[in-house]
């Protein structure tokens, strides 16, 4: 974990519910802000409405099931995004994650998404949830179950994207793809692993208090743990 940005300040923004291409086009507008140090590194969490995206990763499109009818009855945007990963989905019951954050004191966006990983492991073991990496797979994991897909951009070493993290999200939507081109794993939920609906804002309030602790190496006493 870094401590070079150890007291520099963070901002926790929560956009609430939040169109994808809107979404999109506000953290392009914070990595310029961020870029000319008009802003502090900042945490965004949101909820999309139902959109699968589709990132950069050759075939990813060929991972879409569903028919332009089925999408359409199921009111499911499909959307090209410049992130990286393959296709996913963002819904209502996700937390979605956004770092704008500067990686100029230490360029280097492997420890950047090990980091990142290790919050969403933290977060969950809080639950009781025991998660982890798996060997050449993106995202936070439960065995052979995903339940954190990750998938980021740098754009002159300030982050954008993030991850998304199901909490309840409607699970039959991840039908409508191969998620994230999973051929030997299946998608979870919080609430699938837990038998039980869980407060997304207690969620977020784990995760900004975790992220401040690895990316910031303090112990934010301000918060409840």
């Known amino acids: 974990m870094s401590s070079a940005h150890t007291h520099d300040p963070l901002d926790i923004v929560d956009w609430g519910h939040r169109g994808y291409e809107e979404a999109f086009a506000q953290q392009k ?9 008009e802003i502090p590194d900042t945490l ?34 499909v959307i090209h995004s410049n992130r990286g990963g393959d296709i996913t989905y963002h819904g209502p019951g996700q937390v979605v994650g956004y770092p704008i954050i500067s990686l100029q004191a230490r360029r280097d966006l492997h420890a950047y998404l090990r980091d990142l990983e290790e919050v969403v492991i ?15 797979k993106t995202g936070i994991w439960l065995g052979e179950r995903k339940i954190c897909a990750i998938g980021v951009a740098v754009r002159t070493w300030i982050t954008y994207h ?6 309840n999200p409607n699970m039959d939507h991840f039908s409508g793809i191969v998620p994230c081109g999973i ?43």
């Open 29 to 37: 507008a914070l990595v310029a802000s961020r870029r000319t140090g």
């Open 44 to 77: 965004v969490f949101t909820e999309h409405a139902p959109v699968y995206t589709i990132g950069m990763r050759k075939g990813a499109r060929q991972h879409l099931i569903w028919s332009e009818a089925q999408l359409k009855a199921q009111g499911l945007q």
């Open 122 to 136: 933290r977060t969950l073991s809080t639950f009781g949830l025991v998660a982890a990496r798996r060997d050449g």
């Open 162 to 167: 993030g991850f998304a993290l199901n909490v």
């Open 183 to 225: 051929t030997d794993g299946t998608v979870t939920s919080m609430q699938t692993e837990l038998g039980t609906v869980i407060d997304l804002n207690v969620v977020k309030e784990r995760l900004a208090v975790e992220f401040r602790r690895v990316f910031r190496n303090t112990p934010a006493t301000h918060e409840q743990s």
